[in-house]
Each structure stands twice: as C-alpha cells, then as structure tokens.
C-alpha cells in the first residue's frame, strides 16, 4: 500500500513522452544501409535493454562507431517531427518541484540521446538527477538503488517508479521501490504490465497525475 510520497523516478520513452517510433526510424536510418537491407520493428525492438549502443553492437557489430554515429545524427535530426511530452506531463513536473517532492529520471537511453530529448523537451530542469543506459545490458535496478542511497533522508517506502515496461517492473522489484506502470502510450503493451502485477496501472496521464497529487498532500 503506497501512501506518502517524497520522490518520484521517471522513465523517459514512453512514460515521458512518445519518443519510441522515433527510436525506432532513427536506428532504421542509420542500420539499414549499412547492412543493405530492411530491418523490422519487431527485429529493432528485441534488441532494446541495453543503451543505443548496444542495440548497435548487436545488430551491426561490424559497423559499429559508424552505425552510433548515424543514430544520434539522425534521432536529432528526426527528433523535431515526433510528439512534444505526453499532454500533462510538464504540468505534472511542475507541480511536483513547487512542492518540493524529489523527481529523477532513470532511463536506459545513452546520455547522449537523452540529451537531445531533454533540451528538445526543455525538461532537464525538473530532475534532480539523471541515470542513462549502459552499452552492456539494463542497468535501471542498479540506477534506482545509487538515487535511494543518494537520499538519506527518504524511505524507500516513499518512492515510486514510473515506466511504460515489463522491464520497468522488474527492474523497480529488485531495487525495493513501489512501481506505477504508465499504460497511456499507444506502444504500450498493458497486458503484459498488468501480468507483472504492479503497484498500480494508469492509461491516462490525468488519472496518475490525480491519484499522484493525493498521495503527495
């Protein structure tokens, strides 16, 4: 049972904001004419866990610091033509940092993809802290853990994750924190949220924001 809460741990893509098709146009950009032919979302997306770089690695090792390159230049390039943050979310932050509740993001985005959304969002001023990806595989449950240590004078019983995957869940079980999954993404898959058994389940941005705002009086 949930009941105060101090600080808040957002995801970025698809919790934040829509930002997935995007990922996933800009690795097709800059994979497929490394490797002459056509890569599916599906192939794309059994790749996500790692950061960017990762997903290069194992898609196109041979192509490596070229295929990295490519992505970053073209997820900024493309990133002007994909949705602004989820309609809600800005105001949501801000009323959080007016009331002094803690907010940090722990994304598996590279640092340098989740710069250029950031300043495209104009958004970085609302996290305490940033935690980005790594090459190598997920490290959200680590990331969460380093926030928790960070903040002495809070319980973990006081804070919660928000994020749009079954990776999300996961990642928040093993660090000890409360998990709200965000069900309002058109790529979000709820069923199998829902399966992972969260804390609680939102399809809407307003709805979490209504249930958040009580939780933080």
Partial sequence: MISKIKAVIFDLDGTLADTLPLCIEAFRHSVQPLINRSVSDSEIISTFGPSEEG?????????????????????ERLHPNFPVPFDGIEELLAILKNRGVRIAMVT???????????????????????????????????????????????????????????????????????????????????????????????????NFSSWLLRKID
């Fill in 55 to 75: 997903t290069i690695m194992a898609l196109i090792p041979d192509h490596y610091e070229k295929g990295v390159a490519d992505y970053l230049y073209h997820y």
């Fill in 108 to 206: 598996g985005k590279g640092q340098k993809s989740a710069d250029v959304s950031l300043n495209h969002f104009k958004m970085r001023h609302f996290f305490e802290v940033i935690e980005t990806g790594s090459p190598k595989g997920s490290r959200k449950a680590e990331a969460i853990k380093l926030l928790l240590d960070g903040w002495s004078d809070i319980e973990k019983e006081e804070v919660i994750y928000v994020g749009d995957a079954p990776s999300d869940i996961t990642a928040s079980r093993a660090a000890g924190v409360a998990v709200i999954a965000a069900a309002w993404a058109e790529t979000t898959e709820a069923e199998k949220l829902i399966e992972l058994e969260p804390d609680e389940v939102f399809y809407t941005v307003a």
